[in-house]
T-cell receptor, first 113, second 110 residues
Framework: DAGVTQSPTHLIKTRGQQVTLRCSPK?????VSWYQQALGQGPQFIFQ???????QRGNFPDRFSGHQFPNYSSELNVNALLLGDSALYLC????????????FGPGTRLTVT | DAKTTQPPSMDCAEGRAANLPCNHS???????VYWYRQIHSQGPQYIIH???NNETNEMASLIITEDRKSSTLILPHATLRDTAVYYC???????????FGTGTLLAVQP
């Protein structure tokens, strides 16, 4: 049974560019959350998708947007990249919108130069 | 969501019990205490959660004080593979987001 998978593993972008990160949830899971983890910090909640809609959002600007597909996979899009967007981006999935346990993927390391 | 306070780092000898404390003095009645850990270069991993009763699973035990203002995560027989950052999180039942602090870096020594 595959866990949460994310692609790509690493990515390097230039300031001002746009990036799309992808996440496939664990089998049987229908809810996906995205987190940003800066170096030396704990993960920060970006938003959560359930039934193809954004259900909750953290304190992130509109440059951060997402999408969930009918197969429950999800994308995180970041426009107009800033140096401060350099971080590990984590995807977490769960079974049901209010499940107790979230399963995290290994993350995508984004570097903005 | 309530904030949590954890020591930045702790050491533990391999084979001994690791006791990781967490203060959450502003916790509300409907908020749960969660513990996750993050091994270097991996995503966080769920360990255990509880509301007010002590909980135990195959990984750890969670002891919550009677006033619910603090808790302790116990790893009964720490191994080198338990070296990680441990996060204590307080989460309400009607919200999905986990609010991570900076956690406790547990270093298990041989």
């Amino acid at each position: 049974d595959a866990g949460v998978t994310q692609s790509p593993t690493h990515l390097i972008k230039t300031r001002g560019q746009q990036v799309t990160l992808r996440c496939s949830p664990k089998s049987g899971h229908d809810t996906v959350s995205w987190y940003q983890q800066a170096l030396g910090q704990g993960p920060q909640f970006i938003f959560q998708y359930y039934e193809e809609e954004e259900r909750q959002r953290g304190n992130f600007p509109d440059r951060f947007s997402g999408h969930q597909f009918p197969n429950y996979s999800s994308e995180l899009n970041v426009n107009a990249l800033l140096l401060g967007d350099s971080a590990l981006y984590l995807c977490a999935s769960q079974e049901g919108q209010f499940a107790y346990e979230q399963y995290f993927g290994p993350g995508t390391r984004l570097t903005v130069t | 969501d309530a904030k949590t306070t954890q020591p930045p780092s702790m050491d533990c000898a391999e084979g001994r019990a690791a006791n990781l404390p967490c203060n959450h003095s502003t916790i509300s009645g409907n908020e749960y205490v969660y513990w996750y850990r993050q091994i270097h270069s991996q995503g966080p991993q769920y360990i255990i959660h509880g509301l007010k009763n002590n909980e135990t699973n195959e990984m750890a035990s969670l002891i919550i004080t009677e006033d619910r203002k603090s808790s302790t995560l116990i790893l009964p027989h720490a191994t080198l593979r338990d070296t990680a950052v441990y996060y204590c999180i307080v989460r309400g039942g009607a919200t999905n987001k986990l609010i991570f602090g900076t956690g406790t870096l547990l270093a298990v020594q041989p």
